[in-house]
């Protein structure tokens, strides 16, 4: 089970210095499979870190094409969020009864076909899948049409027969209350954008991530649409909570590890547009004051910035 725990670190390091971290555990727990947890999160720890080395050491690509990938990849994973239990209920064929996203009838085809209600042909999630799944695998070229689209959608120049009436995408900061609309195009905006640099810069080099990165993005399709989880019920905003923080923490550390930008450029688009969402609805800003949110969002960015050039500057 100790090679389970050598996943963490990149494959070059595994062959230069696996058996020796495996030879080191057990010297160090004798007849035990598994360290303890210490052990274990210190070693993730040290393989999370290992990785950031390994890609801001790579030459293959400048440190700005990395940071416009990993922002869309984030933007286009946040736009996702609120979808996954629509997602799944339409790639099952699942009828979801009343636990819909901001959908005034439920039903399959024709979609909503009801009192004061658009038919929709398709879940307007399958726009934010198809970009995050084309950034998985480097291919900025697909995921720029579906980020047009979902701009298109929102703006309404594309009309409602085919995604329907979307409504609220859903309510998913920090349980503050601060939902992110489908007509509020900066979010969309801001993922066209960093695609369209993705497709004019040199696309072939960008970094193409394995497909084992599907299976958490299935789990989570699975755990949405089996349970129900709808982005505005408190166990999906906690669960989304909690990996936002855990998204930010790795972004501080990767950051103090590597003295590289690159994770400062998706951390500044994810607040931009969380930032713009509590902006123009303060009226739904009701759990905390809009200045300490504000605070939380603004301060990674100087906080990565400084830790960088610490980093830097110790290193010289």
């Not at 210095?17 to 495996?22: C, H, P, R, T, V």
């Not at 700005?64 to 997602?87: E, I, K, M, N, R």
């Not at 120049?157 to 900061?173: P, Q, R, S």
């Amino acid at each position: 089970m100790n090679r389970v725990l050598l996943a963490a670190y990149p494959k070059q390091y595994r062959a230069q210095q696996g058996k020796e971290i495996l030879d080191c555990l057990d010297e160090a727990y004798p007849g035990r499979s598994w360290p303890p947890p210490r052990e274990v999160l210190a070693l993730a720890r040290g393989g999370v870190r290992a990785r950031a080395r390994a890609v801001s050491e790579d030459p293959a690509r400048p440190w700005w094409l990395d940071g416009f990938h990993l922002a869309a990849l984030a933007l286009a994973a946040l736009a996702l969020v609120p979808y996954l239990q629509d997602v799944w209920h339409w790639a099952l064929r699942i009828e979801p009864g009343g636990h819909t996203t901001g959908f005034e009838h439920p039903g399959w085809f024709p979609w909503t076909q009801g009192p004061d209600t658009r038919t929709r042909l398709l879940p307007y999630g399958l726009l934010p899948l198809v970009s995050l799944i084309a950034l998985l695998r480097g291919k900025a070229w697909i995921a720029l049409p579906a980020s047009a689209a979902m701009f298109c959608v929102g703006s309404g120049l594309a009309g409602t027969t085919l995604f329907g009436d979307e409504g609220v995408v859903g309510i998913g900061y920090y349980g503050l209350g601060a939902p992110l609309r489908a007509h509020d195009l900066v979010l969309s905006g801001l993922l066209l954008l960093t695609c369209a640099v993705l497709a004019a810069g040199r696309p072939g080099r960008l970094r193409r991530r394995s497909y084992d990165w599907l299976v958490p993005l299935a789990g989570a399709l699975f755990v949405a649409g089996s349970l129900h989880l709808t982005s505005g019920d408190p166990w999906f905003q906690r669960g989304q909570f909690a990996i936002e923080i855990a998204a930010l923490i790795a972004a501080w550390g990767v950051t103090a590890a590597t003295g590289d930008h690159r994770w400062l450029v998706p951390v500044a688009a994810f607040s931009i547009v969380r930032t713009t969402a509590i902006l123009t609805q303060p009226y739904l800003m009701d759990s905390l004051p809009s200045q300490v949110v504000l605070l939380c969002l603004i301060t990674p960015i100087p906080l990565l910035a400084v830790t960088a050039q610490r980093r830097r500057t110790s290193a010289a």
